[in-house]
């Protein structure tokens, strides 16, 4: 049991930081926390340094720009990325959901179109699946893709997606539609890939409650489309959409922001009871203790997947466990530090609260971040049903034709 | 990064798995629990010493295995998994571990050939009353190298052949060794809430000792023991939080309400998962202190303290939450629920309560970070 580095991988880490030393960012910029796009110049400026280096997707395969390379160096790479004050990824929905998709099921000069904009950062892809009327329940998709009647085979698509993340900047997107009412939910899906500026599109970016917009509405108005734009058969699209979603735990990922140090900070110089700092407040303390031994947890817990990795194994699941986590503390984090600073809380100015509203931010994204990707209640039904192999879950839906389904709001 | 144990501490784990299973079943762990006569199953005692588990991480040269803190660390979370009715925790985890930590030459050379070989049994002696100790408190003392004063309750006091006693000397705590079967020593068995591990106060009266560690270091080695006994009982913690899901999850399958599976019912498919989120998180704390002990670095206090409190927590939820998934059927004495119930408090107060523990870590990372 050890920390370090195999003699390979030491290796590998060395010629990232040589890289990164003579190419990453240097200086912070203004970024977008919320990740509305303001500061999407500079993320393609990088990725595009990182794709002619060959580190946009290493484990990729070399005809496509990657390096052939093993998970466990991209994710050495990561770490020493992070070390930089690199701009934010806007491309890693593209880059590992919907590009693999594409070259699952597109045939060669569509996979040949498209995977290397994408890598270079050229052309920002975008994930149409969840709807109104279905976000944990995906397969409950109503938009729907019906043949043009001029006889072309060309499809046209009607309809509404929502909680689409970077569609406001996105060139493409993958787009799962209802193509046959009449069978059970989820036999009657098809997906397409699309051009994001093609007519009857509109994309309207949602006011999120936390203030910020990267999540978007897109309405679809008999938006045309080829047949060879679609990916899998005419039916087959749950199949094609467990592809895309197989990776979704992967790229989003757990919370960021203030943890136990920012509120160990913050405690120092809050007066709290009786006119002492509030870290001598043995309520808060306990309260650190717990955020603090669950930070850990998680990180060694990383740390048991990345071993899984070094050695070629497929990491165990309990991998499963980091988004809901770190979402729960998150909110929780937040709320304490606002009762910490008692009536001032109230106060989310960034110029006089605590880092400059942080704590503030937190609670106010947490709630998104326990529902985006998979709330807690799906992530507990996927540890429950894979991880410890209890029965899924009784489906009255499953023999009704998707037309004849209740619906309610 | 290799953050896992080798595949022979694996095979070692594996091996002690099928050997508990043989010797420990819970049926054998209830022969203790029913019979107040029976302090401990002294055929187990006897057969994990011949194993060598007692000697796993003693050096050679005294008569152990020396094999190393990671071997003691899958063993013990098999002896959790298994609720073995055994003073292990007391004779390998305080009183070796102090021993190989403070002890002079030949304190190390008279007690640990005699722990490895399943001679003698340790226990560690520092709670006099309600609440928790501190330098300010104790009231033990020592003086011309005999001590008097009381001890409770001694996890093992009752069978121990030596004791760990924290007592005051001149004024200053230190860490004392005495010998349980002197007429200076008086033992009452305590009626314990884990009757599988029994306790004991000791009276002394002029009892003899022989000081372990420095002159007036006695709180700080046993904050020193504490943590390595710490990292220990978390593995034991972590094996009996895995055994209480496991427990879990079988009777979800089999027991049937409303015409299926309670498995099927997500609120007990939720209370599951939770089960499993903590303890993952126990066990990557647990690993973390292992490397911590294992390499004895300056890591360790912080390691343990998160160790002790994700496992602690784990092993509590887990043995509460098992119970009330097997509803009224895991309330009584015939189901084997509450002896990790029983456990999972045992093994959270032994080194002190978790709350103990947050507040020491707290202080810990104060220091660390204002540095």
């Known amino acids: 049991m050890d920390f370090n580095d195999t003699p390979e991988e030491a290796a590998y880490r060395a010629q990232v930081r040589a890289w990164l030393e003579a190419n ?20 393609k400026t990088w990725q595009a340094k990182k794709a002619a280096a060959g580190y946009a997707q290493i484990t990729w395969p070399k005809e496509w720009g990657g390096q052939g390379g093993n998970p466990i160096q991209q994710v050495i790479f990561n770490q020493e990325e992070a070390k930089y004050p690199v701009p934010p990824n806007p491309f890693q929905i ?45 397969a409950a998709a109503r938009t729907k893709a019906v043949r043009a009647p001029d006889g072309s085979g060309d499809w046209l698509i009607s309809g509404q997606k929502v909680w689409t993340t970077g569609a406001q900047f996105s060139d493409f997107g993958i787009v799962v539609c209802r193509t046959d009412p009449d069978v059970p939910k989820h036999k009657g899906l098809t997906m397409f890939w699309l051009d994001m500026h093609s007519p009857g599109i509109e994309v309207k970016p949602i006011h999120q409650m936390s203030g910020g917009s990267g999540f978007n509405e897109v309405f679809f108005t008999d938006v045309r489309v080829k047949d060879s734009q679609r ?49 001598k407040d043995h309520a808060l303390r306990e309260k650190l203790a717990d955020w603090y031994v669950q930070a850990e947890g998680l990180k060694h817990t990383r740390n048991r997947t990345m071993t899984a990795l070094s050695r070629g194994q497929t990491p165990g ?56 990707g998979g709330t807690d209640e799906i992530l507990k039904n996927i540890i429950a049903e894979r991880v410890l192999g209890l029965p899924g879950d009784i489906r009255v839906d499953k023999d009704v034709a998707f037309k004849d389904m209740p619906t309610g709001r | 990064m290799n953050f896992d144990f080798s595949d022979d501490q694996k095979a070692l784990k594996s091996e002690a798995r099928r050997f508990l299973e043989a010797n420990a079943s819970t049926e054998r762990v209830r022969k203790v629990l029913d019979d107040d006569a029976r302090p401990y199953d002294e055929a187990l005692w006897k057969a994990v010493g011949q194993q060598g588990w007692l000697g796993a991480a003693i050096p050679e040269e005294f008569g ?12 013990a979370e098999e002896l959790g998994r298994a609720v073995a009715p055994i003073p292990f925790a007391s004779t390998v985890y305080f009183v070796a571990e102090a021993v190989m930590l403070a002890g002079s030459d030949e304190q190390k050379s008279y007690l640990l050939p005699k722990i490895a070989a399943g001679e003698i049994i340790g226990c560690i002696a520092t709670s006099e009353g309600p609440g928790v100790t501190t330098a300010a408190t104790l009231k033990a003392t020592v003086s011309d190298g005999k001590l008097s004063g009381v001890k409770l309750p001694v996890t093992d006091g009752d069978i121990g052949n030596v004791a760990l006693v924290l007592a005051k000397e001149n004024g200053k705590p230190g860490l004392f060794l005495v010998d349980l079967d002197d007429a200076g020593v008086t033992r009452e068995v305590l009626k314990t809430l884990d009757p599988t591990r029994d306790a004991a106060r000791l009276i002394f009266k002029d009892a003899p000792v022989r000081r372990i560690g420095g002159a007036g270091e006695g709180m700080e080695l046993v904050e020193q023991v504490f943590d390595r006994a710490a990292v220990l009982l978390a593995f034991e913690q972590c094996g009996g939080a895995d055994r209480c899901l496991e427990m879990a999850k079988a009777y979800a399958l089999e027991r049937y309400a409303f015409g299926r599976v309670i498995a099927s019912y997500q609120a007990i498919k939720h209370k599951l998962a939770d089960m499993y989120v903590k303890n993952e998180l126990g066990r990557s704390n647990a690993y973390y202190g292992a490397w911590a002990l294992n390499t004895n670095a300056p890591e360790l206090p912080v390691a343990a303290s998160a160790a002790r409190i994700a496992a602690s927590e784990a092993f509590w939820f887990a043995s509460k939450e098992n119970i009330q998934t097997h509803g009224g059927i895991g309330f009584t004495w015939e189901m084997d629920c509450h002896l990790f119930y029983r456990r999972s408090r045992q093994l959270s107060l032994v080194a002190g309560a978790p709350r103990v523990w947050k507040e020491r870590l707290v202080s810990q990372l104060e220091r660390r970070n204002a540095a």
């Open chain 1, 24 to 43: 990453a960012p240097k200086t912070h910029y203004s970024g977008d926390p919320e990740g509305d796009g303001s500061s999407m110049a500079a993320s």
């Open chain 1, 94 to 138: 593209g880059l590992g959901m919907c590009v693999p998709t594409v070259a699952t099921f597109a045939d060669q000069p569509t996979k040949d179109r498209f995977v290397g904009p994408a890598l270079r950062g050229e052309e920002i892809w975008c994930q149409l699946f969840s709807e109104p009327s279905g976000g944990s329940d995906v």
């Open chain 1, 231 to 279: 990916l899998g058969g005419v039916g087959d699209g749950w199949k094609v959409s467990l592809v895309t979603l197989m990776n979704e735990r992967l790229a989003v990922g757990g919370a960021s922001g203030a943890g136990w140090t920012e509120f160990m900070e913050a405690a120092r110089s809050v007066p709290g009871l009786d006119g002492a700092p509030a870290i």
């Open chain 1, 317 to 372: 699941p309990e991998s499963s466990i980091g988004k809901i986590v770190s979402a729960l503390q998150m909110q929780d984090l937040g709320n304490t530090a606002l009762e910490m600073l008692d009536q001032f809380g109230i106060i989310d100015d960034p110029e006089l609260a605590p880092l400059r509203a942080g704590f503030h931010s937190s609670l106010m994204f947490a709630p998104g971040l326990r529902i985006a």
């Open chain 2, 64 to 75: 152990g295995l020396g094999l190393g803190h990671l071997e003691l660390c899958v063993i």
